[in-house]
């Protein structure tokens, strides 16, 4: 039999995997990416397991709670994880999808790397896409402008621009980052219907064992464990006792005739 625990959690380790892969490499290539995304992305699975994991205790634990604060206290934290997986979600799917959005965080990006002369930056997407420049090859590239006595074509002697390739990073990143928040969101809903079916076993293997097994002729009065008799049991008792307690006449033996005896004698 399949441990869900198990596949839940080997589930989680990959994902946790890909998403730290995917933030270095989001921060290695400068994309245009908000890192702070990026991490809560790492986050997210991890949440999301210690989730799943005490779901069914906690749920448990404040069924019987008498405070209703606490008993939609589940909810409240399983509402907080869909919100952030579907936050996540929609906004990568915007890095994702190819429109002037992304072109213009693209431009953006790279301006104010080259504004700061972040050589560091421009360099590593020219030598990672063998590339130079953005939307051509001396379109602020590097070699900044009078740092050098050539520009990178002339230096590493290559034709192609960087904003086909950074953009292909981009939209892969975005997609890897989008693709772990759906398996999140998957999984969530996945743990849900199972809680709420092993829930609705044990409330009804609660119910059985407090069952117990009836009798046509007893039946408690108040949850007390006194019995009550039947009408015929309390008759046959009358008369079995011959009506000592006074509720009813006694009879008694007729006596015999002193006379009749003698004279017979």
């Known amino acids: 039999m399949i441990n869900l625990a198990v596949v839940y959690l080997l589930v989680s380790i990959a994902l946790v995997a890909v998403a730290i892969f995917v933030h270095v490499h989001s921060t290695s290539l400068s994309l245009p990416v908000s890192p702070v995304a990026s991490v809560l992305v790492i986050l997210l699975p991890i949440g999301a397991f210690f989730n799943a994991l005490f779901h069914s205790r906690i749920l448990r634990s404040t069924s019987a709670s008498p405070n ?29 999808a190819s429109s002037q959005a992304l072109d213009c965080k693209l431009d953006t990006a790279w301006m104010s790397m080259f504004r700061a002369h972040d050589a560091a930056g421009i360099r590593g997407i020219q030598d990672a896409f063998n590339c130079c420049g953005l939307n051509s090859v001396k379109d602020r590239a590097y070699p900044f402008p009078g740092m050098g006595a050539s520009t990178c074509a002339e230096t590493y002697g290559r034709t192609l621009p960087c904003r086909g390739p950074w953009k292909s990073a981009t939209q892969a990143t975005s997609g890897a980052e989008v693709a772990v928040a759906v398996v999140v969101g998957l999984m969530q809903i996945i743990n849900l219907l199972v809680a709420k079916w092993t829930a609705s076993r044990w409330r009804f293997a609660q ?40 509720d009813g006449p006694r009879v008694e033996p007729s006596p015999i005739n002193e006379s009749n005896q003698w004279d017979s004698e």
Do not use: C, K, M, W
């Open 68 to 96: 209703s604060l606490t008993q939609i206290a589940p909810f409240i934290i399983q509402t907080l994880q869909g919100l952030v997986t579907t936050i996540l979600a929609t906004l990568f799917t915007e890095g994702f």
């Open 207 to 246: 119910n059985h064992q407090q069952e117990q097994p009836g009798n046509e002729n007893r039946r408690l009065i108040g949850g007390s464990g006194e019995d009550v008799e039947s009408p015929r049991q309390q008759d046959n008792g009358l008369r079995s006792y011959g009506a000592v307690n006074g």
